[in-house]
């Protein structure tokens, strides 16, 4: 097999790195526990070690979104996740999509106003039409936790620069992709852009763990 085949897939310990930035309350245990409901089912090596894919990996989050934001219990998930195999497409797009007013906003990110404004200022959040979608909610939560450290929306720039950049690197890999025009090339292009998204984090995390050390002098 060859090293990009054995790539492909993660340890659960991986997939955990990948998922406690967004729901910092996972862990392995309850990752097992989804698969005994039959939510999720990861493949196994001969020796009975589970391989996750990145298909997994979105699974996961699609399930834990909608306990965390709407509180749906796992039969419900379950029902959702198996009508979207029954017509195939982004697992994502199987909930309703969140769209905030700006005090719901504030509200469930547990933010004030002055530091929406300021998110606004800086290019992190900008509202649609008067909402703000799923995305805002998640970098708003992360913004005002990061605050609790003295770490405000001015000193976060770098970070938006830093994504901007990343995102160019994936537009450019699945140009060729999207210029074939074939039946599935979109959606071929979209788990391209979703695995080089994760493995980036991971080389993001790597590295960003490395200099921490190095600033520590450790």
Known sequence: MSAQAVRAFMSIGEVLALLQGEFPDVTVSKIR?????????????????????????????????????????????????????????????????????????????????????????????????????????EIARSVGALARFGLQARHLRAVRAVVEREAGLIEQAVAPLLRRKAPGAIAEADETAREISGLLQELHNALLRGSVRGVLGR
């Open 33 to 137: 526990f989804l698969e005994g409901e039959g939510l999720i089912e990861p493949q196994r090596s001969p020796s009975g070690y589970r391989k996750f894919t990145y298909k997994d990996v979105e699974r996961l989050r699609f399930i834990l979104r909608a306990q965390r934001d709407q509180y749906l219990p796992l039969r419900v998930i379950k029902d959702q996740l198996d009508e979207q195999a029954a017509r195939p497409h982004d697992v994502s797009a199987g909930t309703p999509p969140v769209r905030l007013s700006r005090e719901e906003l504030i509200e469930a990110a547990g933010i004030d106003e002055e530091t929406l404004a300021e998110m606004e200022s800086y290019g992190l959040v900008a509202a649609v039409a008067r909402r703000y979608d799923g995305e805002a909610l």
